[in-house]
């Protein structure tokens, strides 16, 4: 069965009917999905260099998965000890690249913050956050490995302590890279976003949630990744006092004037006291990272969670996200023409889906549209990895659960190149899929 769009991405259609004369809107293309791996975990997936074809992921308890070919098929890898047929090969091991935040160290080959993360007392304030080691990830000639170099990663300059909040210790605190989002900057240097939880003036001052609500920090490196100095903060608590979650999930991205860096931030998406949901938020630094404009709303009917971007080579930007409504559950793919952040043109990925995938039995239900808020449908995770793997092409990873069973499916996109923004600088535009 055909799962129809939700009605949040019909708005606009009317005036986009009536506007008969303007030339038909350039479309997105997308190719049928392929099976990425049998377990609902797609997030853990990274492209190996940039712009590459190669793609390097582990599937949650499933292991892990390789392509080279941006997402139409798929290998299994083995688990250490050298080769065997199918494309395996040994040295597939720790963390995948996509669990945490990875940098480019060099053609066809990424690192990772090894545990920086990792504190000896999750009950006390730290400014500063160190690794003796980082994994490294490579791709080459077809080949992927992975090995673990000691060499020290440090983040520090933190103004204020970062803390748990309290001896519930949530949300992998207190310093969470889990966010992936950094950049690549003209003058080469990186800036990375990390969740933090903060107290004292960064704290929410909704005392229900004061001890748990997180905070979004940048970092910048000038040194390949290695060395993290505070930049500033992109949004605390405090900042955003209607949010009960605080800000958490993130990603990061250079705009196409590569000057202005966009930071995409999860507010509420079910998660706090009372299950409140609303759109995600974004902020714009022009300034390296060092200060950030007041957080905007995407507005009424854009997506509430999980945030993924990536860029073409021409500017443009994409967005995936999920989570319309606490009854609709889908997973949207945004489109911003101008790559300016401003303007998105939304595609609902259970449709594209549905109408690709030729085999009926792996195809989302009606329930991804219309669902109870409580229990919640999970046939849908929301979780995935955004990957650009060509100049002006990618692959979205995502994730199906149906009567207990999972799959992760790799659905590739392609964008035309140099497509004008469209009129009026709406958040949300008509699409195709009506």
Request: aromatic fraction near 8%; proline fraction near 7%.
């Amino acid at each position: 069965m055909m799962v129809p769009p939700p009605a949040a991405l019909l708005l606009g259609l009317a005036a986009a009917q009536a506007s008969a004369a303007a030339p038909p809107a350039a479309k997105m293309i997308f190719e049928p999905p392929s099976v990425a791996g049998t377990t609902g975990f797609p997030s853990d997936f990274q492209g190996i260099g940039e712009q590459s074809q190669d793609v390097l992921g582990k599937n949650g308890d499933d292991g892990w998965r390789s392509s080279t070919d941006g997402g139409r098929s798929w290998r299994v890898l083995a688990l250490g000890g050298g080769g065997g047929g199918g494309g395996q090969q040994g040295g597939i091991q720790g963390d995948p690249p996509g669990q945490h935040a990875v940098v480019v160290a060099g053609p066809g080959m990424l690192h990772n913050m090894g545990n920086a993360t990792v504190v000896g007392d999750l009950d006390a304030g730290y400014k500063s956050f160190s690794s003796s080691f980082v994994q490294e990830y490579e791709a080459k000639d077809g080949v992927f490995s992975t090995r673990v170099v000691p060499r020290h990663v440090k983040f520090q300059g933190l103004p204020d302590p970062v803390t748990c909040g309290n001896t519930k210790h949530l949300f992998g605190c207190p310093f969470r890279t889990s966010g992936i989002g950094h950049v690549a900057l003209p003058d080469g240097s990186l800036v990375m976003s990390v969740i933090v939880y903060w107290g004292g003036a960064h704290a929410s001052p909704n005392a229900t949630v004061r001890e748990t609500a997180t905070s979004v920090t940048a970092f910048r490196s000038r040194d390949g990744g290695y060395g993290w100095d505070y930049a500033g903060t992109i949004l605390d608590a405090a900042g955003y006092p209607q949010s009960e979650e605080g800000p958490n999930q993130n990603d990061l991205v250079l705009l196409a004037d590569n000057r202005t860096l966009m930071c995409v931030m999860r507010v509420d998406s079910g998660e706090g006291p009372s299950m409140r949901y609303e759109p995600l938020v974004r902020s714009f630094s022009t300034d390296a990272g060092v200060t950030w404009t007041a957080p905007e709303t995407f507005g009424p009917g854009f997506a509430t969670g999980h945030p993924r971007l990536t860029r073409m080579a021409d500017g443009q930007i994409l967005l995936s996200a999920s989570q319309l409504a606490p009854t609709d559950r889908d997973l949207l793919l945004y489109w911003n023409t101008a790559g300016d952040g401003k303007s998105w043109a939304p595609h609902s990925v259970s449709y594209w889906h549905n109408a690709l995938e030729p085999d009926a039995a792996l195809r989302f239900t009606p329930a991804v549209n219309s669902s109870p808020a409580v229990p919640r449908h999970g046939e849908i995770v929301g979780l995935t990895s955004l990957i650009r793997t060509e100049a002006q092409a990618g692959v979205l990873v995502y994730s199906r659960t149906l009567n207990n069973a999972s799959l992760t499916f790799a659905m590739r996109f392609a964008v035309p190149e140099h497509v004008a923004a469209a009129g009026g600088g709406a958040t949300t535009t008509a699409i195709d899929e009506a």
